[in-house]
T-cell receptor, first 113, second 117 residues
Framework: AQSVTQLDSQVPVFEEAPVELRCNYSSSVSVYLFWYVQYPNQGLQLLLKYLSGSTLVKGINGFEAEFNKSQTSFHLRKPSVHISDTAEYFCAVSYTGGFKTIFGAGTRLFVKA | NAGVTQTPKFRILKIGQSMTLQCTQD?????MYWYRQDPGMGLKLIYYSVGAGITDKGEVPNGYNVSRSTTEDFPLRLELAAPSQTSVYFCASSPGTSGRASTGELFFGEGSRLTVL
């Protein structure tokens, strides 16, 4: 079965520190990969996406992610976080040739002053 | 620029009642989806549609029904509400050519919080 695993349910970090949110997916076929962010009481919005090409993808708000096909991973990174980055982050995968997007369980990022 | 609009934002139902969550999008997207979000569980796909008149089940369809009579609207019907349906429901849409695979990039509504007591 297709699945997405986010390895950390919560990540506390101090302001201006770097952060990495980890994501692995199961696949034997080509995929499209996404990170979405959800601020409290809001819907999800796209942070970045990998469809093809360069494995290093840059998104909004200074976030970036690297697609690693051999390790089936798509980890999200930011070199210096801000208080305003406190939110829940979801990794998602869509399999090429399909219509559905599957989400991980989410990682709650807490940025402390 | 409305995007995906969901109504109502909040609703409390009694066990056994029925209701419809409305979803409309103004981006002319062919693909539309309903997800439910439960704490620590991520989003689970309930139903999806690849075009007007075409719907299919997702991971957790039991207790729900959908219809897609127009490109813009994709209502979700809850029949005989149960406490297990207490959740936050998100409608989403995705661009693409009808009948051809989507890239999977989703545009979300703001959600509908449903409580069944």
């Amino acid at each position: 079965a297709q699945s997405v695993t986010q390895l950390d349910s919560q990540v506390p970090v101090f302001e201006e520190a770097p952060v990495e949110l980890r994501c692995n997916y199961s696949s034997s076929v080509s995929v499209y990969l996404f990170w979405y962010v959800q601020y409290p009481n809001q819907g999800l919005q796209l942070l970045l996406k990998y469809l093809s090409g360069s494995t290093l993808v840059k998104g909004i708000n200074g976030f970036e992610a690297e697609f690693n096909k051999s390790q089936t991973s798509f980890h999200l990174r930011k070199p210096s976080v801000h208080i305003s980055d406190t939110a829940e982050y979801f990794c998602a995968v869509s399999y090429t040739g399909g219509f559905k997007t599957i989400f991980g369980a989410g990682t709650r990022l807490f940025v402390k002053a | 620029n409305a995007g995906v609009t969901q109504t109502p934002k909040f609703r409390i139902l009694k066990i056994g009642q029925s209701m419809t969550l409305q979803c409309t999008q103004d981006m002319n997207h062919n693909y539309m989806y309903w997800y439910r979000q439960d704490p620590g569980m991520g989003l689970k796909l309930i139903y999806y549609s690849v075009g007007a008149g075409i719907t299919d089940k997702g991971e957790v369809p039991n207790g729900y029904n959908v219809s897609r009579s127009t490109t813009e609207d994709f209502p979700l019907r809850l029949e005989l509400a149960a406490p297990s349906q207490t959740s936050v429901y998100f409608c989403a849409s995705s661009p693409g050519t009808s009948g051809r695979a989507s890239t999977g990039e989703l545009f979300f509504g703001e959600g509908s919080r449903l409580t069944v007591l």
